[in-house]
């Protein structure tokens, strides 16, 4: 059994390695994919191949292994520069030297173009493996010059006995639960799990609610207090007059509607009371004879 065997599912990615183990390596990988599905694992895994020393690679104690991860969000150029020169030290006790870049995706510009260097002529003996959650940020230059390794969601049943391991006394059905939200992510249900996190969202939640819970609370009284506070700032105080004169406008407008109606009623009715006089003439004997 291989170093690949403990991490879980990813049957692409592993295919992918044990042909480079076997037909000859490239000189620079890229694992990628959504966090938390093992692409941290697989690396380190990777580099245990290559090394052929799996205790003093998880420790982080290999003389061959050079880990480099990000500095807050963002993989700068120093980081990458430190990374140069020790890419052009000989192995100390492997016939290789293995360099784990986790978080790739956060290099920034100068970085990435510090790092492209060294990857379109690397020595012989090294190899780079970038780890990185997404592939957009990364230039099209460094991308081009890795072999790909793509990493997948891992199924629900999969994240669901992680949850057991983790958190034997959880209920079947909560653990389930979890499993659907964490959405083939260990490191979502990790968070899911985390006690801490867990009380700290239930008290924010808490106290969104009892904002409109409170037996206080009025909803015309909090729109009132919402207007008091605009009508005080002086450019609420312009807004109130341009609005109290548009609704000055709109009953100007609707009081000249209504006069025309009411002119247009009165000259309907004059005309009526003619017509009515014409006929009365019209029928009189007088005028007949």
């Known amino acids: 059994m291989d170093a690949f065997e403990k991490v879980s599912e990813q049957p692409e990615a592993k295919r992918l390695l044990r042909a480079a183990l076997d037909d000859g390596l490239a000189h620079a990988y890229l694992f990628h994919g959504p966090p938390g599905v093992g692409k941290r694992e697989m690396a380190t895994a990777f580099a245990a191949e290559?090394?052929?020393?799996?205790?003093?690679?998880?420790?982080?104690?290999?003389?061959?292994?050079?880990?480099?991860?990000?500095?807050?969000?963002?993989?700068?150029?120093?980081?990458?520069?430190?990374?140069?020169?020790?890419?052009?030290?000989?192995?100390?006790?492997?016939?290789?030297?293995?360099?784990?870049?986790?978080?790739?995706?956060?290099?920034?510009?100068?970085?990435?173009?510090?790092?492209?260097?060294?990857?379109?002529?690397?020595?012989?003996?090294?190899?780079?493996?970038?780890?990185?959650?997404?592939?957009?940020?990364?230039?099209?230059?460094?991308?081009?010059?890795?072999?790909?390794?793509?990493?997948?969601?891992?199924?629900?049943?999969?994240?669901?006995?992680?949850?057991?391991?983790?958190?034997?006394?959880?209920?079947?059905?909560?653990?389930?639960?979890?499993?659907?939200?964490?959405?083939?992510?260990?490191?979502?249900?990790?968070l899911l799990l985390d006690d801490a996190a867990a009380k700290r969202r239930a008290e924010r939640l808490q106290l969104a609610r009892s904002v409109y819970l409170a037996p206080e609370f009025a909803a015309s009284a909090a729109a009132e207090r919402a207007w008091a506070a605009d009508v005080a700032s002086p450019s609420a105080s312009l807004a109130c007059a341009i609005s109290r004169k548009a609704r000055g406008n709109r009953s100007a407008a609707s009081r000249a509607t209504s006069g025309v109606g009411e002119s247009l009623t009165s000259s309907s009715r004059t005309r009526a009371a003619s017509f009515e006089r014409r006929r009365a003439l019209r029928a009189s004997p007088a005028l007949r004879a």
Request: charged content about 30%; some cysteine; overall charge negative.
């Open 50 to 190: 290559l090394l052929g020393d799996a205790a003093r690679v998880e420790r982080g104690s290999h003389p061959d292994l050079y880990v480099l991860e990000p500095l807050g969000d963002q993989i700068r150029i120093d980081a990458i520069r430190g990374l140069r020169h020790d890419l052009h030290m000989r192995p100390f006790e492997s016939d290789r030297r293995v360099y784990l870049i986790f978080g790739a995706h956060s290099m920034n510009e100068e970085a990435a173009d510090a790092l492209l260097k060294d990857l379109e002529e690397p020595p012989a003996y090294a190899v780079i493996v970038l780890v990185a959650d997404e592939l957009g940020s990364l230039p099209e230059t460094i991308r081009s010059r890795c072999q790909p390794v793509p990493f997948r969601r891992l199924s629900e049943r999969t994240v669901r006995e992680w949850i057991a391991a983790q958190a034997p006394d959880l209920p079947a059905d909560e653990a389930t639960a979890i499993a659907r939200v964490a959405a083939g992510r260990l490191d979502r249900a990790a």
